[in-house]
């Protein structure tokens, strides 16, 4: 009589498909926290994009008679390269040149907004936060913060 060794080794089909299945799930949270952490970082950074634009307006208005560069009511790179004394505003006060939004033209995603009155005594810059729908607003009064609709004028908005 011949006896069958039982060499039959590995895991069967069900073990490997729970295996597989948990590596799936743990892929899919690790991806959408990823995600969420990117989104954070890159508010993070228009944040502080908005922050050095205000710091070059307050050196621009200390040159300038208190005045703000007036008049211009469109995205950033119509500030940036508005000509001054020395160059332009971003090559005199910017001294890494004009500062974008991380992902500007990609997809829904829109460049900082710069607004001012045509005299130059006020401005508003404006950044669309990507994490949620609100918006990063900066006022030439000196106050910041995070609204729910884009300002359309150069009024600073209530917080």
Do not use: H, W
């Amino acid at each position: 009589m011949i006896k069958r060794l039982n060499t039959a080794r590995g895991f069967t089909l069900i073990e490997l498909l729970v295996v597989i299945s948990i590596i799936a799930i743990l892929i899919a949270f690790g991806t959408a926290r990823y995600i969420t952490a990117e989104k954070g970082a890159r508010d993070t950074a228009r944040k502080s994009d908005l922050n050095q634009y205000r710091i070059a307006l307050e050196n621009y208005a200390s040159a300038y008679n208190s005045l703000y560069p007036g008049g211009i009511l469109g995205d950033i790179d119509s500030l940036c390269g508005k000509v001054v004394t020395g160059g332009t505003f971003a090559s005199v006060y910017l001294s890494g040149g004009c500062l974008n939004d991380p992902r500007a033209g990609i997809g829904l995603q829109e460049d900082y907004n710069y607004r001012s009155d045509p005299t130059g005594s006020v401005y508003v810059l404006v950044a669309d936060l990507e994490k949620s729908t609100d918006f990063f607003v900066v006022c030439s009064n000196g106050r910041s913060g995070v609204v729910a609709s884009k300002p359309s004028g150069t009024t600073c908005p209530a917080f």
